[in-house]
């Protein structure tokens, strides 16, 4: 049955997103906003309001007896403050509701994890639901969206704990909000309920029915298409993709694969690493870059290994890359050997891979030894898909510009901390895209 509510009645339970930035929290917003009930706007910030007049009322009230209150310290209102603060939030979302015709308003501030303890003594009765997304494709989101340094989405404060390490900085800001949320979730689980990212791009109607069984509101079969075409409110923070985006997608799922696992720094990979198993997700050790096909963030699942056809001009794309290497003169695969002799008898795999997760491997092995067993061969990669692969063979770009701006990853057991190892220059030489202009001087014997 659908609720009603007057303009002037204390508002029903509030809704409160816990989550990390670029984790589905805007599309979670619209979501809940395209529901009859639920009021979604954009971030207001009311988590830390409250906080703000929790610390109004805490140091008025303890005014005059010696108790100080500092950042840090749990704070415990008093039943006057909880409910003078409820009140004032109360009447600055009623008249949204009444504008919008709802009866229960929801937050997504990303600030709402640091202040959930706070929150849940103002409205005892509120829902929070905890939104979690894996961590590499949240960093590979976030410098994404701060191509040119990071900041916003509460990056800010751990760019000075790792300068010059976006990695590692957008880690700690993901272990931070996420441990937070999940020792709330612990202290009052019935208030609570998990929610990862993954699992609401690949399977929204479950997932949604879920979360609205928690809620306890009527389901909306086709919300997750609706809510597309749903007007919402635009004047605040968010995702600004989700605005040229027709409908829930997971082709931004794995795209975590990218980011070099080796700039997450020690101290941090094995908390993170903890997390992770704890929600279900893989952990990031040394195999994570050396995936291939489409991604899947989550435990026990593998990589899609399809193979396909010309996808996307995965086929175009395979086709010229041999034609390169094929054609090569003896002459020319001498030099390479000359000029790299740790090459000799290297064996190499150069992958295409679509978006879809569909990919063709060409292999070649450097003249110089003995072949091998290459099903076991730990061999290098070289993994692109087609639009980067033309760019390089077309001279639009080259091998150092897709690895540095992460649209070719390069998998080398041999040297995996060297960004131009012999391989990189043997394989530019070997696709006729790199000169050699390197000096190899014979060794000197005393």
Not at 235 to 242: L, Q, S
């Amino acid at each position: 049955m659908r609720l009603t509510q007057a303009p002037d009645a204390p508002n029903l339970a509030p809704v409160f997103i816990l989550s990390a930035s670029r984790s589905g929290s805007t599309l979670l917003r619209f979501i809940l906003d395209s529901h009859p009930d639920f009021a979604c706007p954009p971030e207001t910030g009311v988590s830390g309001a409250c906080a703000m007049f929790a610390r109004l009322w805490g140091t008025l009230e303890h005014g005059g007896s010696g108790e100080r209150w500092m950042p840090g310290d749990e704070v415990v209102l008093s039943a006057a403050a909880a409910a003078a603060i409820r009140t004032a939030v109360d009447q600055a979302f009623s008249g949204y509701l009444h504008r919008t015709a709802k009866v229960r308003w929801c937050d997504k501030s990303l600030e709402a994890y640091e202040f959930a303890d706070i929150v849940r003594q103002v409205y005892p009765e509120a829902k929070f639901i905890l939104l979690t997304r894996h961590v590499m494709d949240v960093v590979a989101s976030g410098v994404e969206s701060c191509p040119w340094g990071l900041h916003r989405f509460g990056f800010d404060p751990f760019v000075t704990q790792y300068p010059g390490n976006s990695v590692s900085a957008i880690g700690a800001y993901w272990l931070t909000c996420v441990h937070a949320s999940l020792d709330f979730a612990e202290k009052h689980p019935a208030a609570c309920h998990q929610v990862r990212y993954e699992d609401l791009v690949t399977a929204p109607d479950e997932i949604i029915s879920a979360i609205f069984s928690f809620l306890g509101v009527d389901q909306v079969p086709g919300i997750a298409e609706a809510c597309f075409s749903t007007p919402h409110d635009q004047d605040g923070p968010g995702d600004e993709k989700i605005w040229f985006t027709s409908g829930i997608k997971a082709d931004s799922m794995g795209r975590g694969v990218v980011v070099p696992a080796a700039a997450l720094v020690p101290p941090l990979r094995k908390p993170i690493n903890d997390v992770l198993a704890r929600l279900g997700y893989r952990i990031v050790d040394e195999k994570w870059n050396a995936a291939i096909g489409r991604v899947d963030p989550r435990a026990g699942q593998s990589p899609s290994s399809a193979r396909g056809d010309d996808v996307n001009g995965l086929g175009t794309a395979m086709s010229a890359i041999r034609s390169q290497i094929e054609s090569r003169r003896p002459a020319e695969l001498a030099d390479i050997a000359f000029r790299w002799p740790t090459v000799a008898g290297t064996t190499v795999g150069i992958i295409v891979e679509a978006a879809s997760g569909q990919y063709e491997e060409f292999r070649w092995q450097f003249p110089g030894a003995t072949p091998e067993d290459e099903e076991h061969q730990d061999i290098p990669r070289f993994i692109a898909g087609p639009d980067a692969w033309m760019s390089v063979l077309e001279g639009r770009s080259n091998l150092v510009s897709e690895i540095t701006g992460s649209r070719l990853r390069c998998i080398n057991p041999k040297n995996p901390e060297r960004l131009r190892s012999d391989e990189i220059h043997a394989i530019g030489a070997l696709l006729g895209v790199a000169r050699m202009p390197v000096a190899r001087r014979e060794p000197v014997h005393p």
